[in-house]
T-cell receptor
C-alpha cells in the first residue's frame, strides 16, 4: 500500500521567515494534493500537482513535485501568523485520497 | 467555488445510540464521496468510499455494520454510527469529487462525542 511521510511533524518559525515542508511517497504519485487545516475544522485546498517537475504557486505558497513523482515540497515565503495550521499532503490512490500525518506549523509574531 | 456541507457540525450522544451525519455537495453532483476520521493531533484516516447508487467500499479494519454509509443521491451521503461507544468519539470529515481526477472538496467536519 502507498504511504506518505511528511517532515517535519511540527515547525515553529518566526514571522517573516521562509519554511519548507516535505512529503515523500513510497510509490509513484499520480496526483499530489496539499491542504491546510485548522485543528477541528475542515480542509482548505491549496494545490494539486500531477506532472513530474511541476510547480505551482498561490500567493506566498509554492508547491513542487519532483521529476520522479515521489516527493513534493511546500514552501512558504515570508511566513505570517495566518499561515499557522496543519498542512497535509494527500495522494490520489486509485481515485481516493490518502494523507500523510501532517505538519503542524506555528508562526511566532 | 464548490462547497461541501456537513451536518451536524457537532453532536453529543449517549453510549448505545446511533448518530447520523450528513454530507452534501451544494453546487455540484458528486458521484463519489469519501468519509474520513480524525483523532486529535492525528491525520485523516480514510474510512470508506461512498458511491452513488451502490454499496460503499470500506477500508481495511473499518466495520461496515458499525459505520453505515448511504449515498442515495448525487448530492447527499450519510454516515450513521450505530450503537456508538466512547471510542467512536472523533472528528468525521467527508469529501466529494465530481468523478474526475481533480480537486476534492472537504466538508467542515462533524465532531462526535459519545458519553
Amino acid at each position: 500500500s502507498q504511504e506518505l511521510e511528511q517532515s517535519p511533524q511540527s515547525l515553529i518559525v518566526q514571522e517573516g521567515k521562509n519554511l519548507t515542508i516535505n512529503c515523500t511517497s513510497s510509490k509513484t504519485l499520480y496526483g499530489l494534493y496539499w491542504y491546510k487545516q485548522k485543528y477541528g475544522e475542515g480542509l482548505i485546498f491549496l494545490m494539486m500537482l500531477q506532472k513530474g517537475g511541476e510547480e505551482k504557486s498561490h500567493e506566498k505558497i509554492t508547491a513542487k513535485l519532483d521529476e520522479k513523482k515521489q516527493q513534493s515540497s511546500l514552501h512558504i515565503t515570508a511566513s505570517q501568523p495566518s499561515h499557522a495550521g496543519i498542512y497535509l499532503c494527500g495522494a490520489d490512490v486509485g481515485g481516493k485520497l490518502i494523507f500523510g500525518q501532517g505538519t503542524e506549523l506555528s508562526v511566532k509574531p | 467555488g464548490a462547497v461541501v456541507s456537513q451536518h451536524p457540525s457537532w453532536v453529543i450522544c449517549k453510549s448505545g445510540t446511533s448518530v447520523k451525519i450528513e454530507c452534501r455537495s451544494l453546487d455540484f453532483q458528486a458521484t463519489t464521496m469519501f468519509w474520513y476520521r480524525q483523532f486529535p493531533k492525528q491525520s485523516l484516516m480514510l474510512m470508506a468510499t461512498s458511491n452513488e447508487g451502490s454499496k460503499a467500499t470500506y477500508e481495511q479494519g473499518v466495520e461496515k455494520d458499525k459505520f453505515l454509509i448511504n449515498h442515495a443521491s448525487l448530492t447527499l451521503s450519510t454516515l450513521t454510527v450505530t450503537s456508538a461507544h466512547p471510542e467512536d468519539s472523533s472528528f468525521y470529515i467527508c469529501s466529494a469529487g465530481s468523478g474526475n481526477t481533480g480537486e476534492l472538496f472537504f466538508g467542515e467536519g462533524s465532531r462526535l462525542t459519545v458519553l
